[in-house]
């Protein structure tokens, strides 16, 4: 196995994106994007892992994305990922039968991508919780054909450096079918989009019985998976903190984005969900340190004895190689990492600015 | 809706191809292909839709192809897939990190390439009942550069009118990861492999809660659906008769494969699964039979009004007229579609032989 | 099968009980009680199958509730259930560690109880959107204890012609667990709690792969199945209309309710939960029609025979007898059974005052 | 934390049940329980965990069964359990509609209860693979009526130190509904048959998202949780070595285990099934000492801590003390223990009798 200051170098490389909406505390949902900033900042300075946020429209409209951008960098962070939300009516339907109304969700993804470049970020995510209520409603082969038009208008006006992002959305209670149910479809257009146009998975979309991270090694493979979108469940929804439920899987995802060099920078973005059940900035500290204790794991599986095994037929011999990672406890290697870089001992209780916050740091803990 | 007359010449096209394995009747499992096409043939007799039969290696190995080909036609069907079947240690290892492994798994791809040649079939469909044990066992993104070579070398020795089939092989309980897991995965592969390489799917394989039509639709839409696997229900392995349980999926799934032109001679082939609990004639004719009545109900969608209300945004109107054809009985008309054609009343009691076998015919007991 | 005369009277029995919130067009969803059992009545009026309707709290507080029972009297039609919502964090907390959570929780339910005696209903509908987000964050099995603790206290207080009604939440996106995750957690604490708690199932409430129709045959075998809550999926929560999707499966639950006799008065309370994506009289009103169809088709199983073969082992003709209803198309006697009670040809429209919304009737669309 | 001292009284309770199919090499399936025995003995040996085994019939017919007690006790060891297979039709049908096969079907079970009472065990596990095909061939509620009266006539016949432990089988691809489909199925049926009658769970039969560790919670609660069977996925059936998945989800099935007493002599049995995949020794030897780990893990939650932030209402504060124990890397520790008692370093290579069976033992490889 590396030994850990191996890995540091690597681990250096980690960052995820923390979505501004992550950051609305209040139950009216009106907070402002300057605000959430000034949180995603907070949480990077205590993790150091951070250093970008995804902003969503209509939520964050804001007169002069110019002050924003300003805004973000006297904080230290900057917005990497425009979302293009589709929770209200008005901006769904870029598959609808009704020309009007494909303009007006196309309107909706052009705004969107405006505020992407005016405000310097590169990933213009498209996450459509679109679709149909009832069988027959519409032509399920047309609403393809008119979404990847659609698409094409929207990939037509990024910028070189600029990616469309397309997200599947696996299922809803309130549609009979989803325009863009699976990873499948996703790579089925953004192959037919060209360069600029790649898959964002998450953690839950999934066949039933598929490891995810078998997916997410085959988009990489085919160089089209541009994001990854952490989720604690392997549901197609969820409001918990990320690594809850069943942390091996994470641990196998994020080997697989190692494996095939996404957590370069310039590689998959990895990015979290909002927390409902945990809001504000200690719901993201603790899902953004797991993130970092699970990427630490992968980062310590022993690939040179990993491949000799797997080469050699050693089949459990591989698995245990591949395990001995998981099972090592790297909590107190991080504790080291984090005072060596003048970061909090307690970055949870640091962020929030309440002592208690961060339960008090487990290896000290431990010790008890 | 269209008058069932005009639908005839439509439901004329339909054809669903049957496997040599329906008919082991014995434990043993020692039956050879002869009497299976003999059965196949008897079922065609009985229904007339069933002009073609699928077989697989190494099950049905035969000395002289050219002879069992010879007694096909004599028999009024034919060969129209071989299916690499994988279920063998031998045979599997397409993807394998050992190349001794690998060229022994070709070779029987190969082996059934040549006999689906020499039999004059034109649909070599790849199953593969493979993947890895344990996390951390091989590289899965090697994995899949392996299994596109071996796939590739075996389209390299296609003639121009076979087609490659890919199925998925969704989970299997003995394996953590299969290494086709989904349509997604064919999808890539078969793009990757060119025209002659396309996707088989089944009912059984799709993501949780994503309408199985839906693929079938996209998969048209692409030009990449080859064939379709019909099972009874949204597992990922089955042994029951078709339509037996959500009788309304099979509809939709043939609704879009009528919508598609995949119905038409050279378009999507239906195959039935072996019907182990059913087995013989008796369990291929009811689905047979089953797979018709849902067939004819797809027909009988009111196209122009369907597409009018769907144009119009007429939501409710749109599934009334879809569903009006679900919930039309078709089966008097389809009793004399048959007594019109010769075929006998009740197919199943001829098929086999036996009077009781047919359950009386269904029109009769209705009058009862 | 028997003739459609002969299940007239059966069919007469059918009721289907229709929530208020289905009921709340405006997106603020503050429509007066008041407003919502007018709709009801005018469903009933329009279709002879919805007599009562199920409130709850908080939505449905008012000042008066004799004068809301006058009200629905003068209408036609009655309050049959109360359901104690659980939206509201303030109203969660039965199982809670915390005592003065749990006496929260526990005032709320009992004002549920209040409001339904004083509006004259029977069931008390406890449907628990509550559990934990985090693994450890309380004890598992205290919370049972709880639990049961505040179902007793509850159950304490029915009037003889009351009934508590403990409904399954399976799962919920943020919740690492629910309390009452399935029907043997329901039966369970029923079972304890003695005759007047029953257990309250939905369709979307079952272990993979098993049926609903088997849990409901258990449940009425053990004098357990209190209410069931139709809905279109096999899905954990749902907003459309009833049996959109997969229309065999609810036949099978509705045969197996008239087979356990539950369709009698004072059997099985069937109910529909608003159906967001057609929201008001409409939706309602197709989702009753369709209950009506599939109840009329299990009805048409011809029992005597029915039995027979499945006494002599006859597996497939069992089946075919049991299909055979299924694939009746009962909507042409629907449609007289309407004409001779005085009902409208086109409920929907009648129930909505447009014309349109009924979709035209099937019937007179069919000889088109 | 409690110090692994104090969690090692505890530890020493742990005992997992082999299964004598486990150690079937050969393809035919001819091994004689014998030689099964000494297997487990084998592996008992190595690891101090497995004093006792699992027969099944008829796989384990032996002409003297006394004799086969005697040579397990001989090498130590001794049967706990007889598992009613019926996996070959004649032995299915305990509530089959034919009172000649439901008697066929009891004297199997009554078989199985011979040879625990003369082998000296005391659990005898009632396992049914089976149902019905096809909706309609049976009537459901009567199917369950039957059952239960099959399942008296055998609770009759058990000794005071007996238990019948009725465990689910969720789903089938053969069937279109099994008759012990879950959890509630069974509890309701073993509170109907008394006291002697026990649920047995594995980790594969849940409602989808509900997760297994409440059930085991409530059936500790109940005091009906007979047995677990260690699965390595929430699969209804699989083949692979256990913890190979979501090892977090074996944690906190273990402390719910430990948490109702369960894991003390005469409470919950835990049982491994075969592994398939890595039959023989090997296989079950690293199933054995996952089981083992995550045991430890469970046993170091500090339970002091956790209970007062759980009443405290500190939800993260709780999480966090429940998650560090899983964290906790006991492979050092584990190895100690071994060689404190004298057990091999290298379970796996000491029970196979191959050095590299065991892959060199974890603990020692990481310092490399």
Redesign the interface.
């Known amino acids: 196995?590396p030994a850990f200051d191996d890995i540091a170098p690597l681990l250096a490389h980690l960052s995820v994106e923390l979505p501004s909406r992550a950051f609305v505390a209040e139950p009216t949902g009106r907070r402002d994007p300057f605000a959430a900033l000034a949180d995603v900042a907070r949480v990077h300075e205590a993790t150091g892992l951070t250093p970008t946020a995804a902003l969503d429209l209509p939520r964050d409209a804001v007169r002069d994305p110019g002050a924003l951008r300003r805004h973000a960098a006297d904080l230290g962070v900057s917005v990497g990922t425009v979302v293009c939300d589709s929770a209200r009516e008005e901006h769904r339907g870029l598959a609808h039968?009704?020309p009007r109304v494909r303009r007006r969700a196309r309107d909706h993804h052009f705004r969107c991508l405006d505020l992407l470049t005016e405000i310097g970020g590169h990933d213009l995510v498209v996450h459509l919780a679109d679709g149909t209520?009832?069988?027959?409603?519409?032509?399920?082969?047309a609403r393809?054909?008119r979404l990847v038009e659609s698409l094409a208008a929207l990939r037509e006006r990024l910028t070189d450096d600029q990616r469309l992002v397309l997200r599947p959305w696996?299922?809803?209670?309130?549609l009979?079918?989803?325009d863009v149910?699976?990873?499948?479809?996703c790579?089925?257009h953004c192959?037919a989009l060209g360069e600029r146009a790649v898959v964002g998975l998450d953690s839950g979309?999934?066949?039933?019985?598929?490891?995810v991270?078998?997916?997410v090694?085959?988009l990489?493979?085919?160089g089209k998976l541009g994001a990854f979108g952490l989720r604690p469940r392997p549901?197609?929804?969820?409001?918990?903190?990320v690594g809850?439920?069943?942390?091996?899987?994470l641990f196998?995802i994020l080997h697989?984005i190692v494996?095939?060099g996404g957590h370069r920078p310039g590689g998959v973005a990895l990015a979290l969900d909002p927390c409902?059940?945990?809001p504000g900035v200690?719901g993201q500290v603790?899902s953004v340190l797991t993130v970092q204790?699970m990427t630490a794991r992968a980062l310590l599986?022993?690939r040179e004895a990993?491949?000799a095994a797997?080469?050699s037929?050693?089949?459990?011999?591989?698995?245990?190689?591949?395990?001995?990672a998981f099972?090592?406890?790297v909590?107190p290697w991080l504790a080291d990492w984090r005072a060596h870089r003048g970061l909090p001992a307690d970055p949870a209780a640091a962020a929030s600015g309440h002592p208690?916050?961060g339960?008090?740091g487990?290896p000290a803990?431990?010790g008890?």
């Open positions: 196995m039968p009704d209520h009832h069988p027959g409603q519409d032509d399920l082969r393809q054909d696996t299922a809803d209670p309130a009979y079918q989803t149910p699976d990873w499948g479809t790579f089925a192959a979309q999934h066949a039933p019985g598929a490891p991270e078998s997916v090694a085959q990489l493979r085919l549901l197609a929804d969820d409001d918990l903190i809850t439920a069943d942390s091996s899987q196998r697989e494996r095939g409902p059940v945990e200690v603790r204790e599986v022993d990993l491949d797997q080469r037929g050693d089949v459990l011999g591989a698995h245990e190689i591949f395990m001995a099972h090592t406890d909590r208690g916050a339960l008090g487990t803990r431990r008890a």
